[in-house]
């Protein structure tokens, strides 16, 4: 962690220096600079994504849930990396310019959408249990059902993840 700290902050250095010299110049940067699956802020200022990754560092620092915590992880890798090219050239890439972005925030927003269907997955086998426990069978049935169309979603959003994956 503390490698990623320092990591933070030497970006954070370059963000405040590209954004001190882009107001010495007067110069108005565009809020489309990287996808909207990758990051949450839309600002004209450099340090205000870097923020953003500080801020997942330390939601990934508090989670205890293992499928949020790899989630996570991903997403600040994914960050630092679109962070570090965007600041090693100095100008921050358009979302139509870098198709590798592109595709790691089309990855990013489907593991996103696997840690929703993981969710979904707890709540059924939890209600399946609740269901047994109550001696409902029909319910029990009806709730396996739901829970196994929900695991073969999961299992075809894994599958897709792996495709783009292979595909970088």
Known sequence: MQQLSNILQNLMQQAEQLDADNRRRHKQLSEQWFAHSLFKCRSNLAVDYVAETQRLVTQLEHSNNEHIRTFIAEQISQQLTALSTALRGNQLPL??????L??????????????TYRGYEQRLLDNVKACRDRHDTLAAQQQEKRLNRCQQAIQALEQDIQRLEEGR
Not at 95 to 100: A, F, G, Q, T
Not at 102 to 115: E, G
């Open 95 to 100: 979302e139509k310019r870098d198709s590798r």
């Open 102 to 115: 592109r595709q790691q925030s089309r990855i990013a927003a489907l593991h996103q959408k696997l840690v």
